[in-house]
Antibody
Framework: EVQLLESGGGLVQPGGSLRLSCAAS????????MSWVRQAPGKGLEWVSV????????DYSDSVKGRFTISRDNSKNMLYLQMNSLRAEDTAVYYC??????????????????WGQGTLVTVSS | DIQMTQSPSSLSASVGDRVTITCRAS??????LAWYQQKPGKVPKLLIY???TLQPGVPSRFSGSGSGTDFTLTISSLQPEDFATYYC?????????FGQGTKVDIK
């Protein structure tokens, strides 16, 4: 059974930093790309970042490019999101999500077949 | 970026009703369209990918259709557990983009 468990959320001041983690189990972690998706309170879903299974390739939404860094440790089945220069508009629940095998995708762009429970990040003074 | 527009933004329906939600892409995305269901306070759940392929375990009352720019999610007979918000997602090209959501609530 696929399980994804995020941690690391909390309250941080504008301009501050936070590192989110996602512990994965129930599948061969290194074989799948992983994404972060966020949801501001009462709002819709916004894709944030993706990393390939090997970790060699990453991509970001324009709203976080240059401030957030996605990474993974395949030896530990862990996914990370380093968030710097945080702004009030980054306040959201952050979900880690697994992408399916690349055969189901359009090149390196895919949907999300399993989601974690999410961790809340609040940016406020 | 490809913009995804859902309609309606919300609807009220009764148990047993047939419900249709539309998703329109700002440019053609072939069949690279997924649908998700999110219940209040819960995690999004994948329902459909490739516009019409049901994720294993999803009830057959859910169906998807469309290609290019216009897509539809249909619930053939609405059940109490189907009251939720539904999102479409483009995965034809980066960045992955979601529709704004359609909230289905009880009439």
């Amino acid at each position: 059974e696929v399980q994804l468990l995020e941690s690391g959320g909390g309250l941080v001041q504008p301009g501050g930093s936070l590192r989110l983690s996602c512990a994965a189990s129930g599948f061969t972690f290194s074989s799948y790309a992983m994404s972060w998706v966020r949801q501001a309170p009462g709002k819709g879903l916004e894709w944030v970042s993706v990393i390939t299974g090997s970790g060699r390739s990453t991509d970001y939404s324009d709203s976080v490019k240059g401030r957030f860094t996605i990474s993974r440790d395949n030896s530990k089945n862990m996914l990370y999101l380093q968030m710097n220069s945080l702004r009030a508009e980054d306040t959201a629940v952050y979900y880690c999500a697994k992408e399916p095998s690349r055969i189901y995708c359009s090149g390196n762009v895919c949907y999300l077949d399993f989601w974690g429970q999410g961790t809340l990040v609040t940016v406020s003074s | 970026d490809i913009q995804m527009t859902q309609s309606p933004s919300s609807l009220s329906a009764s148990v047993g009703d047939r419900v249709t939600i539309t998703c329109r892409a700002s440019q053609g995305i072939s069949m690279y369209l997924a649908w998700y269901q999110q219940k209040p306070g819960k995690v999004p759940k994948l329902l459909i990918y490739a516009a019409s392929t049901l994720q294993p375990g999803v009830p057959s009352r859910f169906s998807g259709s469309g290609s290019g720019t216009d897509f539809t999610l249909t619930i053939s007979s609405l059940q109490p557990e189907d009251f939720a918000t539904y999102y479409c997602q483009n995965y034809n090209s980066a960045p992955r983009t979601f529709g704004q959501g359609t909230k289905v609530d009880i009439k």
